[in-house]
């Protein structure tokens, strides 16, 4: 019984790595993919290319460059600029982490809303669970993260309040 629930959740957790890994450019862009959360969280103290910063934003669809992104993300618009322009430089740990977080974000709520241009949508408008706050901006703190996190979660399982 403890090996079903076993590979169910890491059958879940490879599911949700290849999500993001797709969204930061894959293999093509990242040089490997990871096996597992450690495998990722060594990746990250390595440093992301910039390249996958530019990907990810690459394929947004609504959000695009706005100040709410730059926040979500911890870079100024220069600082992207700079790092698109030189994609082979790595991202440092801090920059890392919030892309790859962003990303994270970005692949659940597309699960939970069915396409990444809804995903986006709801990030940009404010939501009842997270007291008519966007999103989006709650990206700016660890705290805020969380609880994005939480109520997408809530949301999957059907649980709305």
């Known amino acids: 019984m403890a090996n079903v629930a076993e590979n169910k959740a890491s059958t879940s957790e490879a599911m949700e790595l290849e ?3 797709a969204l930061l450019g894959g293999r093509r862009v990242l040089h490997r993919v990871p096996r597992n959360t450690l495998d990722a ?5 390595r440093g992301l290319p910039g390249q996958a910063l530019s990907h990810l934003i690459g394929r947004l669809v609504i959000l695009h460059k706005t100040a709410s992104l730059e926040k979500a993300v911890g870079m100024s618009l220069r600082t992207f600029q700079r790092h698109r322009d ?10 890392s982490g919030r892309t790859w977080k962003f990303a994270e974000i970005l ?4 699960t939970v809303f069915g396409s990444q241009e809804e995903a986006e949508q709801w990030l940009e408008q404010p939501a009842i669970g997270l007291e008519q706050r966007r999103p989006i901006d709650l990206l700016e703190t660890p705290a805020g993260v969380e609880l994005v996190e939480t109520f997408l979660r809530r949301l999957e399982y059907g649980v709305y309040v």
């Open 19 to 21: 999500r993001v890994t």
């Open 107 to 110: 692949a659940l709520a597309t």
């Open 86 to 95: 030189a994609p082979a430089k790595p991202l440092n740990k801090e920059q």
């Open 41 to 45: 969280h060594e990746m990250l103290l």
